[in-house]
């Protein structure tokens, strides 16, 4: 079956620095991959939708300069918190949508837990 | 009002009861369903997935839409404590983003 896969599983970084995450779909092309964040006991709010050879597109309230999101392949976005924050600690989750035959299935990477100390 | 609303739990069954979750939508766009098993620390894992209105059944999962209702349902028989997670229904209009119940978690008890 279709497989996304994201790295780091976890970091813990230092306040000011900037952490970058990936997210790679291993047997499907994505054009399209989208990026969650969810804090504890909340439920997974889309931060932002990574578009393959074109800017991303941000929700409402997100930073574009604090969450850059790089699409540099069929395979592969990226997403850099820069000037990491305690505030940014949260689980980040990418997903990528697999469409074919009318329908689309959404596959998760294993997310990345991120600890800004 | 939130476009998906789902019970947050916790939800406490014995192992081998019947589970029913469910979630209610307003945004009569929505297509495509999908529940989502998600274990604590982990990313959610594709549990179910169902176009349109109908039952989808997958060994002890069966889920359920009834496009009339704006309710979508995910049933698991004979529950295992494995099955302790929380599960969160998600769905879409289009190949889009989804947009996510807040979850619901469940402990089988032994």
């Known amino acids: 079956g279709a497989v996304v896969s994201q790295h780091p599983s976890w970091v813990i970084c230092k306040s000011g620095t900037s952490v970058k995450i990936e997210c790679r779909s291993l047997d499907f092309q994505a054009t399209t991959m989208f990026w969650y964040r969810q804090f504890p006991k909340q439920s997974l709010m889309l931060m932002a939708t990574?578009?393959?050879?074109?800017?991303?597109?941000?929700e409402q309230g997100v930073e574009k300069d604090k969450f850059l999101i790089n699409h540099a392949s069929l395979t592969l976005s990226t997403l850099t918190v820069t000037s990491a924050h305690p505030e940014d600690s949260s689980f980040y989750i990418c997903?990528?949508?697999?469409?074919?035959?009318?329908?689309?299935?959404?596959?998760f990477g294993q997310g990345t837990r991120l600890t800004v100390v | 009002q939130k476009e998906v609303e789902q019970d947050p739990g916790p939800l406490s069954v014995p192992e081998g009861a019947i589970v029913s979750l469910n979630c209610t939508y307003s945004?009569?766009?929505?297509?495509?369903f999908m529940w989502y098993r998600q274990y604590s620390r982990k990313g959610p894992e594709l549990l179910m997935y169902t176009y349109s209105s109908g039952n989808k059944e997958d060994g002890r999962f069966t889920a359920q839409v009834d496009k009339s209702s704006k309710y979508i349902s995910l049933f698991i028989r004979d529950s295992q404590p494995s099955d302790s997670a929380t599960y969160l229904c998600a769905m879409t209009g289009t190949a889009s983003k989804l947009t996510f119940g807040t979850g619901t978690r469940l402990q089988v008890t032994l």
């Open positions: 997903s990528a949508p697999r469409i074919g035959g009318g329908n689309t299935e959404a596959f």
């Open positions: 945004n009569s766009a929505f297509q495509y």
């Open positions: 990574s578009n393959e050879g074109s800017k991303a597109t941000y």
